[in-house]
């Protein structure tokens, strides 16, 4: 049974540093990982896709990796702002293929100006 | 092109009522996915569907709750007899035609978030 880990669960850092949100997985076979990006109290907005077969992909100030073998991704965020404060979750498709999604708990990140 | 769509954003029900959430796919995308946020929890899967088809039901409760894609209209997510365990937000994916051996972006609605009395 797929189970996916974020780590840490809060992060509270100061405006302007860079840093890394972890999510690991305990079946490698997998399709893909999503990063999303959820603000209170509103839905799911995508980040970053990683497929099977990527090491990692860039959007803007967001870096994700992707280590299948170890089960591992991170999301590194460069030069953080006070927007970017809100729930960070990894989700992977499943060994199945059915399309569903399985979420960590997620990372609440806080940015202080 | 509007993103995925749910109505109501907000739904009250006494216990015993029904819940009937709505969800509209994206412009072009034949597949739907519901997800459910617990309080204090992370999303679970509940379905799976495409047009006229459940293709995993695998985190639908066994009673009480159904869901459908008609060929017309939108996904409903409908849960009978509602119980305040099932207070939660309800958050509603679509996304294009997979291609073999991988998957396609999720795309995620606004959420419904039913509160039972």
């Known amino acids: 049974k797929q189970e996916v880990t974020q780590i840490p669960a809060a992060l509270s850092v100061p405006e302007g540093e860079n840093l890394v949100l972890n999510c690991s997985f305990t079946?490698?076979?997998?399709?893909?990982l999503q990063w999303f990006r959820q603000d209170p109290g509103k839905g799911l907005t995508s980040l970053l896709l990683?497929?099977?077969?990527?090491r990692e992909q860039t959007s803007g100030r967001l870096n994700a990796s992707l280590d299948k073998s170890s089960g591992r991704s991170t999301l590194y965020i460069a030069a953080s702002q006070p927007g970017d404060s809100a729930t960070y979750l990894c989700?992977?498709?499943?060994?199945?293929?059915?399309?569903?999604?399985?979420f960590g708990q997620g990372t609440t990140l806080q940015v202080k100006p | 092109n509007a993103g995925v769509m749910q109505n109501p954003r907000h739904l009250v029900r006494r216990r015993g009522q029904e819940a009937r959430l709505r969800c509209s796919p994206m412009?072009?995308?034949?597949?739907v996915y519901w997800y459910r946020q617990l309080p204090e929890e992370g999303l679970k899967f509940m379905v799976y569907?495409?047009?006229?088809?459940?293709?995993?039901e695998s985190g639908m409760p066994k009673e009480r709750f159904s869901a459908e894609f008609p060929k017309e209209g939108p996904s409903i997510l409908r849960i009978q007899q509602v119980v305040r365990g099932d207070s939660a937000a309800y958050f509603c994916?679509?996304?294009?035609?997979?291609?073999?051996?991988?998957?396609?972006?999720?795309?995620f609605g606004p959420g419904t978030r039913l509160t039972v009395l």
């Open positions: 994916a679509s996304s294009p035609k997979m291609t073999s051996g991988s998957a396609d972006t999720q795309y």
């Open positions: 079946d490698s076979a997998i399709y893909n």
């Open positions: 990683i497929q099977s077969s990527q």
């Open positions: 989700a992977v498709h499943g060994s199945s293929n059915t399309g569903k999604l399985i």
């Open positions: 412009k072009g995308h034949s597949h």
């Open positions: 569907l495409q047009k006229e088809n459940i293709i995993d």
